[in-house]
């Protein structure tokens, strides 16, 4: 559905995505991620035609980015990364809007109206102004209007900045729904646990595309899994000393706080005793050690420090 | 196939709903240009009545006091005091209690009545050029009506040798609101219609709305007119507001045809929305908007001849008056409201105005479609 070939946009100096290549099958959940300024939202902003290139090439949906934006206009939807809406109007006519701008009239427009506050529950709002919708029924609206055209793709970025969780879940439920419509998505976000939700993630670095692919397959690569290494999870009390205490013990290469938790990349043969021992010493007599499996966050920490992929 | 205005219809509407839903933007689009109207046209007149004037009479003769008589009669100046020294005449003008101060010398009547000339010494606050001047043709005028008055008795004629009689046409009391008040209504018209659409595309711009528009298929025209439309219709009905107090506060005459009037607003209006949306396409925020609009209206509150006049200006501020819309539309009003002008003594001014008006529409879709290419 998406394919991008080497794409790439400068500011002046600055290089904001630097050959990017990828593709997204139809249907699929695409999860764009990255740290703040690594150049989402400019590939985002090239796929959507709002930006042109500066090398490379990509196609939307078959049609090249560059040369048939009104071909692809018809059939993407976009979310921009502030939910815009106009404030001053209510949500039935922030829909009205946005549908009559796709060409919607009449009867048409109506019944495609109905069916998206069905879909995003948005029915006791109706005559509220945007301004005053609280920020997930504001979410809600905006991918309503971006679904007034049905679109076959739909680009969000960052949809769930600054929601609360509950906001956050619902609306990821919202986005399979669509997708078992067969509508291909395709969003940005820093957050790992979406990530871990998408079918397929990519993630961006400093302008360059670090990796692409399924979440499972990114946990069997062998940078994440060099040989000779086991990742375990150590649950204990005092965990931010507890890690002062094992981070430099030969045999451990990683060590990071995950909640109540670390997560600890360790040397096959390291003894989990040595551990224990260390952690005694710093008075912390119990520990819960369990091995686990490789986190995204663990593939892409170990992609940024490593980004060639090379094994240690 | 993408119809050309694709998108007019949508855009037109939420404009609309928008324009009245926010009553800040129609407050100011109608109250600030009222206001300056009211004001410039009780304001601003530069009929120059009454200043102030010192008298240092050292004759003290009844011909010496009928010539102050004389003074005051010409209803330029108003006696406010007397004085016994030119050091306090020129005192009173210094710390700004008198325009004028005049000084009769002691031997006024003697040489009057010998035939010699008589001196009367006229001291004129010239740090303020229109009253200096207009003091000093009246002071001219009133000594050059007196010595040919003398001479012609000496000589027994009964008539001036000549005699003009002015006539003043379209504006027969002089009044200066006439002349004011359709400069006032360009100037007025303009801050209010430029500001509006660049702001409100801007507005979109620093929303991210702009964004959710330009992934639509409307096209540039379709937006750019569906913004320009709704503010079409409210500054045009602002004009008949702005025509109504001018013809009913200001007692100024209508004399020419209301349609040719209407056009030369439509027109004007049109050329402005389309200068504001030429803005919006190149400020990012609303600071940039405000302070491009302001260096882009300022030269025609001196160069569209509001207040000077265009023919006494340099070649080069004659040429940059010849790019101002606000020149056109000022002459027009001048020439239908005061005149009676009709469209076809005036129809290049007209064809002008739609000239520019266009080319400024042509220059935002052009400018539009290379910001986000």
Redesign the interface.
Known sequence: MIHCEKLTKRFGHFTAVDHVSFSVGKGSIFGFLGPNGSGKSTVI?ML?????PSEGRATVAGFDVARET?QI??L?G?M???F??????TVH?NLT??S????LRGAALAQRREELIAMTHLKPYLNRRAALLSGGWRQRLAMA??LVHQPQVLFLDEPTAGIDPVARRELWDLLFEFSSHGITLFVTTHYMDEAERCSHVGYIYLSKLVVCGEPDDLKQLPVVNPPGTRRIDVTCDHVTVGLQAVRRLPGVRTATVFGQSMHLLIEEGMSEDVLREALARHNIPHADIRPIAPSLEDVFVALTNNPNGETQ | MKPPFRGFTAVLLKEFTVVFRDPTTLFFMFFPPLIQIVAFGFALDNDVKHMATVVLNEDRTTESRQLVEKFVNTQTFRVVGEVQSVDELSAAIREGKAYVGLQIPPDFTRNLNAGRGAHVQVLIDGSSSTIALQALQTAMGLALRESLLTTMREARRTEMPVEVRPQMLYNPTMESAHFFVPGVMGIALQIATVFATALSVVRERERGTLENLLVAPLSRSGFMLGKLTPYLCISTTMAAGIFVVARWIFGIPIRGDLGALFLAVFLYVFTLLSLGLLISTRAQNHMQALQMTMALLLPAVFFSGFIFPIETMPAFFQWISTLIPATYFIELMRAIMLRGASFQDFWMHFVILGGMGLVLFALCALRFKQRIA
Request: hydrophobic share 25%; net charge negative; charged share 30%.
């Open positions: 902003r959507c035609g709002l930006l042109e009104d206009k018809s993407i976009y921009s990364q502030k815009s809406l106009y404030d001053e109007l006519e809007f946005y009559r701008l796709y060409g209007c971006s």
